[in-house]
């Protein structure tokens, strides 16, 4: 067999596992700096409350404007349906999550932050986590939630 030859295939399957290599490793998590982690452990707070389905406790981590929107529709059916067991009983049984990217940014002089991940459930199912939160008066509070399958 052709040496030069061989060389050639060597140098190309090396090629190919560096790249392989380099794709496997891209793959960690996109958390990057105490300001992100502090993100991401709020983002952990807010599902653990979540998770335990402590309605008032979820209404605390909410920002200004979701609160005001929550109160709102609340006053709005409060008459004819009640709001809060409504939401608890319909609220997805979470049984773990994993941020795996954590942004910050400044819209209209707010600081927010977004994280995305992947919820687990109950029923083995899985979904894509999405948080936008919004920092007031130093604490992130949740503006926007959603859960994508």
């Given at each position: 067999?052709?040496?030069?030859?061989?060389?050639?295939?060597?140098?190309?399957?090396?090629?190919?596992?560096?790249?392989?290599?380099?794709?496997?490793?891209?793959?960690?998590s996109n958390?990057?700096?105490?300001?992100?982690?502090?993100?991401a452990e709020?983002?952990?707070?807010?599902?653990?409350?979540?998770?335990?389905?402590?309605?008032?406790?979820?209404?605390?981590?909410?920002?200004?404007?979701?609160?005001?929107?929550?109160?709102?529709?609340?006053?709005?059916?409060?008459?004819?349906?009640?709001l809060e067991?409504?939401?608890?009983?319909?609220?997805?049984?979470?049984?773990?999550?994993?941020?795996?990217?954590?942004?910050?940014?400044?819209?209209?002089?707010?600081?927010?932050?977004?994280?995305?991940?992947?919820?687990?459930?109950?029923?083995?199912?899985?979904?894509?986590?999405?948080?936008?939160?919004?920092?007031?008066?130093?604490?992130?509070?949740?503006?926007?939630?959603?859960?994508?399958?």
């Open positions: 067999m052709n040496t030069k030859y061989l060389w050639m295939r060597l140098l190309l399957v090396s090629t190919l596992l560096a790249l392989l290599f380099t794709t496997a490793c891209s793959m960690q958390i990057n700096g105490p300001a992100e982690e502090a993100l709020q983002g952990d707070v807010i599902m653990t409350i979540l998770q335990a389905g402590d309605f008032q406790a979820v209404h605390d981590v909410m920002s200004l404007e979701a609160q005001r929107a929550l109160d709102i529709s609340t006053a709005l059916v409060g008459n004819w349906v009640d067991s409504l939401i608890m009983q319909n609220a997805p049984r979470i049984t773990e999550w994993d941020f795996d990217s954590a942004r910050i940014f400044t819209n209209n002089g707010a600081i927010r932050g977004i994280l995305e991940g992947r919820v687990d459930y109950v029923d083995g199912k899985s979904s894509k986590l999405r948080m936008e939160l919004e920092q007031q008066n130093g604490t992130w509070k949740v503006r926007n939630f959603s859960l994508d399958q």
